[in-house]
């Protein structure tokens, strides 16, 4: 019974890390990417992306050394005084980056451009654990405090009897990429009604579904 408990657990939010990370880093820079050239905000998105489920690659090293998958919440990788650490050493080092790189690549890769991807990369990484503390239990201010703090852990816990496809997570992952795909459809792609009904359509049934499965759970 605790394998299957462990197994479920860790699928709560794994799909909308990725979507969540680009929706936070798109609202919370939306002006500084505005500014930027449509190609240097392609390579934000994709950084957005990356960086929202990088803090889970240490399910590899959890793998790697036979450890259950489960631990990998008490892994530095998912502190978030080690992305805050990374990103101020980003910061201090943009600046001096962008000096020594020739003219043809600082004309696409500025100290702007530099400033905003690493603004991204905390973004994306709290981002994670964010989505994270919501189904599950993180020490986000370790090393101050060990104690794990979960938002809304025994709501968003898998039923082993309605199963993880009608759970509350599952619904609010499904929100998340619903909203991506509005968010980066509105950026990128041409106006077409009928997309933009549907999409707009997907993503107010998987709000209404939100509740819903709360009362199947």
Known sequence: MYNIE???????MLLAHAPFSYIANEVIQQKKIKKLKPTE???????SLIFGILPDFDLFFAVIQNLPSSIHHDFLTHYPITYILIWILLRI?????????NKKISAHITCEMLEILANTFLIGTISHLIADMIANDIAIFYPISTYKFGILKHIFKTNLFAGY???????????FISLFLSMSY???????TYIK?????????????????????
Not at 41 to 47: D, R, S
Not at 197 to 217: D, E, G, H, K
């Open 6 to 12: 462990v197994n479920l657990h860790i699928k709560n």
């Open 41 to 47: 905000q392609i390579i934000i998105v994709i950084c």
């Open 93 to 101: 080092i943009s600046k001096p980056i962008s000096r020594i790189l």
């Open 165 to 175: 496809m009608v759970s509350p997570a599952f619904m609010l992952e499904l929100t």
């Open 186 to 192: 509105k950026k990128f792609c041409q106006n077409n």
């Open 197 to 217: 009904i549907f999409l707009q359509a997907i993503f107010i049934l998987t709000v209404i579904l939100i509740p819903l499965s709360c009362y199947i759970s």
